[in-house]
């Protein structure tokens, strides 16, 4: 009985995530998928009129800011943005955002080349898709 303890043990050690590794996901363009409220109600997007930037340096800090997407790998946004730290705590990575007017966290649940998942302190779940830009073939 002892000897499944111990392998119990090491199955779930080795199934759990590094969440340093998500950490090379993160930057890039982000256009939410879907919503998930804590009470399991789901909401789609098929088309959304923003993206997020996120780009994060090598001592875990950064930004996030909207962007609305054009054609040809052009964007338009305004100066706001919000400082980002990341923060790995009881083995999750935590996003920290700040503005001038409010504070709040989220914890990534998964982040790949293609999707991004977090959760805020709400349980809502958010989940991203990696952005593909408009790119029109247009002669000049």
């Known amino acids: 009985m002892k000897k499944y303890g111990i392998i119990l ?12 590794t998500l950490l090379t996901h993160l930057n890039g363009y982000w256009e939410i998928e879907e919503v998930t409220l804590e009470n399991g109600t789901k909401k789609q997007y098929q ?34 943005a919000e400082a980002i730290t990341l923060k790995i705590e009881d083995n ?11 504070e709040w966290k989220e914890t990534v649940l ?3 080349e293609k999707h991004l998942k977090v959760s805020n302190e709400n349980n809502t779940i958010y989940l991203y898709k990696r952005y593909t830009p408009i790119r029109l073939d247009v002669e000049e």
């Open 47 to 80: 088309f959304s009129e923003t993206i997020d930037y996120i780009s994060i340096n090598d001592s875990l800090k950064g930004y996030r800011k909207k962007l609305k997407p054009s054609i040809n790998d052009t964007y338009f946004t305004s100066d706001d």
């Open 92 to 102: 999750q990575l935590n996003i920290y955002y700040k503005t001038a007017y409010a």
């Open 9 to 20: 043990l090491i199955l779930i050690f080795s199934c759990s995530k590094n969440p340093e």
């Open 110 to 112: 998964e982040a790949s």
